[in-house]
């Protein structure tokens, strides 16, 4: 008899590509995913735990299953992602009420957990990391058009206020032949993007002399037929070398889209942070990128706050987005994570402060990203239709090349096509455009 399986993800597209891999496991025990939780056999919780407040989510959502497991004891609850690994046995404690807990680097042993807990095992835990294949696992069961594909898993950086690398283990690549064959095999049921995965990507293989650089792993990429566009996140500034600078412009099925994230535009703070590039470093890549890629997207992370981050640090955090002119950021208030070197520090910049700063910082960007926006009205972009649009049923969205998102009216048969479309309005974080020509951009 199939069963439900209710799945709540947070954080970013690292766990959202791990619950579509648990997905593909669990469709192979006689699971469906259902989107109400009320009518599933099986509750997983995937958390994050890089920063506060999807933690403290995970913990909420967790209270509320606490009166379903008593009214459905029958229920699975278990509790997958970074939170699971970093607290192992002691969220049993806490949530005695859970069957199982399950660390990023254990999904391959989801299917046994489960028959675990169906004879009868409670409180079962898998942390810990394993080698790659946590990363070789089924392919999602709904064909995807925008196909997520890990490369590497872990981080070697040890930024003094990141939890990655105790949370998702040391760097470990995956062999290139293994993710050459997953994109082809999605690219035959249907994908048109792929983007590669890793919490430093820049790095991959980087200790294996025998393996692909990641240049040339992209350069392999590009190769593959029917292959519309790759993409690829997180970079790391310091690995951002010339080699793949110039990938952007010799591979074209490579978007014209970078995600490098900055954190701080003071050394001071970089230099506690640990992120081992200067200011002048970080914006010597960025000038040399724009002059071999004009129109390049660039968007980034960025934190305020940081312990002994001072007035004028945060001035400089605010000169360097001038001096980018980013498309987007991705912007924190910084917030210990147990198990850091920061996390030993004082956090003394007070939350008043925090916030100023944020919103100051979150004021600008929406000035310069609504000025970009504006700035593409009148041209025609390449766009990957995705679907139908949140604003209008009579509406689809899709993304440029650039990642920016589009809506304009048409028919659900766009879905999945390469159309032009001209940019009609620049919106504070979208565009909104008109078909142009529906006949889809040809293959290279």
């Known amino acids: 008899m199939e069963r439900l399986v209710y799945i709540k993800t947070f954080g970013c597209q690292m766990n959202e590509h791990d619950s579509e891999r648990m997905l593909a496991l669990l469709a192979g025990c006689g699971y469906r995913e259902t989107l109400s939780w009320e009518k599933a056999q099986l509750i997983l919780v995937n958390t994050c735990t890089v920063r506060e407040k999807p933690e403290q989510k995970a913990y909420s959502i ?16 278990g509790v997958a992602g970074c939170v699971a690994q970093q607290e192992g046995e002691r969220m049993l404690a806490k949530f005695p009420f859970l069957d199982f807990v399950l660390g990023p680097g254990k999904i391959h042993l989801l299917p046994e957990i489960l028959k675990e807990v169906e004879r009868g095992r409670k409180g079962v835990c898998e942390v810990g990391f394993e080698d790659t294949r946590c990363m070789d696992l089924p392919l999602p069961p709904t064909p995807p058009l925008r196909a997520y594909v890990t490369i590497m898993e872990g981080c070697d950086n040890f930024c003094s206020y990141c939890i990655v690398p105790y949370v998702r283990g040391r760097e470990r690549s995956r062999p290139s032949d293994e993710i050459i064959s997953e994109i082809e095999a999605l690219v035959q049921r249907g994908a048109k993007e792929v983007i590669l995965l890793g919490q430093n990507v ?25 292959l519309k566009r790759i993409r690829f996140t997180t970079s790391h500034p310091k690995d951002f070398t010339e080699e793949l600078m110039d990938a952007f412009g010799r591979l074209q099925r490579l978007c014209e889209h970078i995600h490098l994230p900055f954190q701080a535009g003071s050394n001071a703070v970089l230099e506690r942070m640990g992120r081992g590039y200067t200011r002048e470093q970080y914006l010597a890549k960025i000038k040399k990128l724009k002059g071999l890629i004009p129109n390049i997207s660039i968007t980034a992370d960025v934190m305020v706050g940081f312990p002994g ?9 605010l000169e360097l987005m001038q001096e980018v002119e980013f ?17 030993h520090w004082e956090d003394d910049v007070p939350p008043e402060v925090k916030q100023r700063r944020l919103e100051t910082l979150q004021e600008l960007q929406r000035e310069i990203t609504l000025r970009k926006n504006k700035e ?61 020509d529906k006949e889809e951009t040809g293959d290279v």
């Open 327 to 343: 498309d987007a950021l991705f912007s924190f208030k910084y917030s210990p994570r147990k198990g850091t070197k920061a996390a």
């Open 309 to 317: 981050e001072k007035e004028e640090d945060f001035i400089q955090t």
């Open 376 to 436: 593409l009205e009148g041209e025609i972009k390449e766009v990957l239709v995705e679907g139908r649009s949140k604003n209008s049923p009579q509406e689809v969205m899709g993304r440029t090349r650039c990642n920016r998102i589009v809506n304009f009216p048409g028919g659900y048969e766009l879905v999945g096509r390469l159309v032009k479309v001209r940019i009609k309005e620049g919106l504070p974080n979208s565009l909104r455009g008109e078909l142009f």
């Open 202 to 226: 820049n790095s991959y293989a980087r200790n294996n002399p025998d393996e692909l650089t990641f240049p040339q792993l992209l350069a392999k990429i590009n190769e593959i037929q029917g």
């Open 62 to 77: 967790l209270g509320r299953f606490q009166s379903l497991k008593k009214r459905r004891p029958e229920v699975i609850l």
